[in-house]
């Protein structure tokens, strides 16, 4: 029997605005949208490059610049996120919350070994010493499938897909409910990107978080995600469970961002 405390156990967004104010113009980069992840499922966010994805994603954690006007609500596990001051928010970042922000490759500081990473991370966030930090990071490894001696190893020293399990190991250092990954295996090449989407996917599903994946590459969500949601302009346009919107797509830009994988695909393969 599911209780009332357990069908909390989501992240919810309800009708969300992301407006951002340069000098002499706004963008409206999400318009009105309501999504809702729970503990369990794996959610693809899919669409084109500036549709609005990161945006969206962002908010959650509100980790938008700042000046960004945002409206609607952000409920994680019942609790309302909007309006709660940036230390009430620091508790739940990283421990309910984690984030994987697209590049986070590329957002390791070159002078830090791997451990260096997620023990800092623990201390940080959680408290923990820098060797009791040292167990967990070796735990992490393990479960993000790295070598324990990369934790010894400086960001340079890795190859790219080594990096974004790197990351990954970071994000997960505080055992979040939920992962946020924004395009966490956009710059590899085909065969490290489903291998790394795979590792993601498991460590969910045997952790029961819930996951939400953005990716501008459709087919490849659709493999992975339980459900599949369709961004474009800002705008949700489809939504629905990841083999019917990649088999059926209702919405004619949801055909067009599966052709367009397609086209890319063959003309990277001839
Ligand atoms: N910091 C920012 N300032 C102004 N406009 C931004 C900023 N970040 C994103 N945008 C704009 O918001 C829209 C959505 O961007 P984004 O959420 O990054 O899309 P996606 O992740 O789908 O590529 C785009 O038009 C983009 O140019
Ligand atoms: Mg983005």
Redesign the pocket.
Known sequence: MTTANETKRSITLSDISVT?Y?RASE?R?VRNCSLSVGKGDVVGLV??????????LMAIPRLL?VG?KVTGSVMCDGEELTGMSERELNVRRWRRVALVP?GAMNSFTPHLSIERHITEALEHHLGISRTAGRARAAELMDIVDLQRGILTRYPHELSGGQKQRAALAVALACDPDFLLADEPTTALDVITQKEVLQTITRIVRERDMGLLL?THDLPLAAGVCDTLLV?KD?CMVESGPAGDVAANPKHPYTKTLIEAIRYMETESSS
């Open positions: 951002y340069g963008v980069a669409g084109e490059s500036g549709s609005g994805k990161s945006s969206i610049p960004t697209q953005v961004m800002g």
